[in-house]
């Protein structure tokens, strides 16, 4: 397990983004509304394979920590074209469904630096040679169970590939701190879309996998 590297505080907001604190809290809430329609349907996702799927020579994981659904449909996008294999973090304790408190949760796990202790990977991410790793912008970063993630499972000189979901702040300073937590890696040009607009994404998702040279 690699040391634990401190996440600098964020000044971004998530009530904030677009300028206009109510509109967007009504944003994030339909988001997860969609989300939660979505979960329904993801049973079918999360099978994975005893060995580790290949595509053009590369064996690739989808790893995502999703709270809400949208994060978990663009994963599954990113599933369906690649035929990667998927894998979730999984907080042991679940967070509140409740927006105020998972924002005010979220806040002070990014202040305090913590690591919520996550659930074993499954499948393991040390047989892959490229991971996706794909998350939810919280406070304008990652949330604090994906740098869990990381420090469980050092990504060392993989490739590592970021998608996010957001609803304003994009990628926001996650690159950042990724490079940071993973000072090794071959860190590849990530992909961000809002939330609400998952759904309607894969034209894009498609063109970002090709320039990258992943399908
Ligand atoms: C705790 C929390 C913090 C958030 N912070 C931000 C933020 O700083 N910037 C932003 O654009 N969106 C923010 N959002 C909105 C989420 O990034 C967005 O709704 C995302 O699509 C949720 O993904 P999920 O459904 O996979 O959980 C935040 C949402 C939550 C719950």
């Known amino acids: 397990m690699s040391q634990k590297t401190s996440l ?59 709270h809400s659904g949208n994060t978990r449909r663009l994963a599954a996008c990113i599933q369906r074209l690649t035929g990667g294999d998927m894998a979730q973090i999984t907080p042991l304790t679940p967070y509140p469904q409740d927006y105020d408190a998972v924002v005010e949760l979220a806040r002070q796990e990014q202040r305090r630096n913590v690591r919520p202790p996550i659930a074993a990977m499954q499948p393991d991410p040390a047989a892959y040679d490229t991971l996706f790793l794909g998350y939810p912008n919280w406070w ?57 607009r998952v759904d309607g994404t894969e034209p894009s998702v498609k063109a970002w996998l090709s320039e990258l040279g992943l399908i």
């Open 140 to 196: 304008g970063t990652f949330p604090m169970p994906v740098a869990t993630f990381l420090e469980n499972y050092p990504v060392g000189n993989k490739t590592l590939v970021p998608f996010c979901t957001h609803e304003g702040s994009r990628l926001g300073k996650s690159e950042q701190d990724l490079r940071r937590l993973c000072p090794q890696a071959r860190l590849l040009k990530g992909f961000e879309v809002r939330g609400s």
């Open 8 to 66: 600098p505080p964020t000044t971004d907001h998530p009530t904030a983004p677009h300028g206009n604190g109510r509109r967007s809290r009504r944003e994030f809430l339909r988001s997860a509304a969609l989300g939660a329609i979505a979960v329904a349907t993801v049973p079918l996702l999360r099978g994975h394979m005893a060995h580790a799927a290949t595509t053009g020579g590369r064996s690739m994981l989808i790893v995502y920590f999703s």
